[in-house]
């Protein structure tokens, strides 16, 4: 089994988890709606190490990992406020 | 020796190559099309046929339908749920119904019958909403009851004491398979005989633009100018845009499959269930050919996992109980291009000579020749024919989304 270890309640199963997306800029609230669009349905989608989005299902708790998207080896997870100031 | 080596030795007569021997590339081609799959060889075989365009190269990274050609599970079927999407599928199916000898080349396309069941009373209502569009687009497609289910397919479990019993189907009774990599290999030949190069071994590194063209394209046997660009890399989509700075709306997530041990024949029907996320077909060969979700997050890399093997087969032996106690002997994954309403992207990108066929996600194989021949048109004329034009690149820059909840793999 695969292990994610969660800021909030340690190393855990990974079927507990779900993905969330790339982390990026979120546009303004008041953006035009094209950006709204680029914001939700395009993603870079390179292969190599990202940030990414993740939340502990059963704690409805939502992280940053960061992981190498082609091997997908786990390098490190935050809290969200570490990284995002 | 024996004699009758020595007579065929001596003779004038040899077996006829293949393709052609792979020559240096040229300076430059009219159409460049990256990625040797199913795919990028349609659409190089129709644009020699159909429009004239010969002076086309395709470049392949590795060898011929080596990527998710070689890697999907072979189904053919046209019972989707978007207007959209049936037309398009039933172009195609009329395509396979032909190919082996438009292409005089056995890609062993077999009417077999496809049941997708439903355990639900919604699954059941969807069911009648495809049967009803598939109909009224003309496609073979009826809602059968439980005991039609179980006469048409002896094998499976028809029990009510399971956790997902069978309600009935959505029978699609022109379901199909075909071998895959026949038909790569069949599109190979005959554009090689009409003149298209194909270069494998191949790798595109890059893309040189000016003025909103791509103007060259970088490969490890080094630069060829393109009149036009056409890529058909799904798995690898994001990866070849991106070299262009085209944003896909895209990711990539592994699909994965397994076979068993070969069985004496006993499944004739191609079964799916869409609401435990599985299906089953036997192959000529005999073996089971099973599939199921695609991995619940992004990857690059076509990986198999234990979980996915749990999942199917907790589902799987409840539509087929004997199933247990059968070996599995392979399993792979594919890379999915997965988009965000479970439709492909076709057509042209904003670039002005740059043209995708992406974002197959579960359902690419079986578009073969369909999207080979209009991408060859779209290419040719540089106008976007009209049954791809729903599947546009920028429709989700105005949530104009297509819907494919009929989908496998992922639909509910």
């Known amino acids: 089994m695969k292990i994610m270890n969660c800021p909030l309640n340690g190393p855990r199963n990974i079927s507990e988890f779900a993905y969330g997306g790339e982390v990026k800029p979120t546009p303004d609230a008041q953006a035009p709606t094209q950006e709204w669009a680029d914001y939700v349905y395009y993603h870079a989608n390179q292969p190599g190490i990202l940030r990414e989005w993740w939340l502990h299902v059963p704690t409805s708790y939502w992280f940053i990992a960061e992981r190498d998207v082609t091997t997908d080896r786990i390098i490190a997870t935050f809290k969200p406020e570490e990284v995002l100031r | ?412």
């Open chain 2, 1 to 412: 020796m024996p004699l009758v080596l020595i007579k065929h030795a001596l003779g004038l007569s040899r077996p006829k190559r293949q393709l052609p021997a792979q020559k240096e590339l040229k300076s430059s081609y009219d159409v460049v099309i990256v990625g040797g799959g199913g795919h990028g060889l349609a659409a190089a075989y129709y644009l020699a046929k159909d429009w004239g365009v010969t002076n086309v190269a395709v470049l392949e990274k590795s060898w011929l339908g080596g990527g998710n050609t070689a890697r999907n599970t072979a189904i053919v079927r046209s019972n989707y749920i978007t207007p959209e999407g049936v037309r398009f599928y039933k172009e195609s199916m009329g395509l396979f119904e032909t190919l082996s000898q438009d292409l005089d080349f056995n890609v062993m396309y077999t009417k077999r019958g496809h049941l997708t069941l439903a355990h639900t009373d919604a699954a059941m209502r969807t069911m009648r909403w495809r049967a009803e569009v598939n109909k009224h687009l003309g496609v073979q497609s009826e809602v059968v009851d439980d005991k039609d289910v179980a006469r048409i397919e002896p094998a499976l479990n028809m029990s009510r004491a399971v956790r997902w019993p069978i309600l009935g189907a959505l029978h699609h009774p022109v379901g199909a398979t075909a071998r895959h990599d026949a038909v790569a290999w069949g599109y190979a030949q005959r554009a090689a005989e009409m003149g298209v190069e194909i270069h494998q071994g191949t790798e595109v590194t890059g893309f040189e633009l000016s003025g909103g063209k791509i103007v060259s394209v970088q490969t490890t046997r080094g630069k060829v100018g393109c009149g036009k660009v056409l890529q058909a890399v799904a798995g690898m989509s994001s990866k070849v845009a991106g070299m262009a700075g085209v944003t896909l709306p895209i990711r990539t997530i592994p699909l994965q499959a397994c076979v068993s041990q070969p069985l004496k024949p006993f499944l004739d029907t191609i079964i799916v269930s869409g609401s435990l996320h599985c299906y089953i077909w036997q192959s000529q060969r005999g073996e089971c050919v099973m599939g199921g979700a695609v991995d619940p997050y992004p990857l690059q890399a076509p990986r198999s996992t234990l979980d996915f093997k749990e999942g199917l087969m907790a589902h799987m032996l409840e539509l087929i109980p004997g199933l247990a106690d059968v070996p599995l002997m392979r399993q792979w994954a594919g890379l999915a291009d997965m988009t965000p309403d479970f439709s492909p992207v076709m057509g042209k990108t904003s670039l002005e000579n740059h043209y995708i066929d992406a974002g197959w996600g579960t359902w690419g194989f079986k578009a073969t020749p369909v999207c080979g021949k209009r991408m060859a048109e779209c290419v040719a004329t540089e106008k976007v024919p009209d049954i791809l034009s729903a599947f546009r690149f920028d429709r989700f820059k105005n949530f104009e989304q297509v819907g494919e909840a009929g989908a496998a793999s992922v639909g509910s």
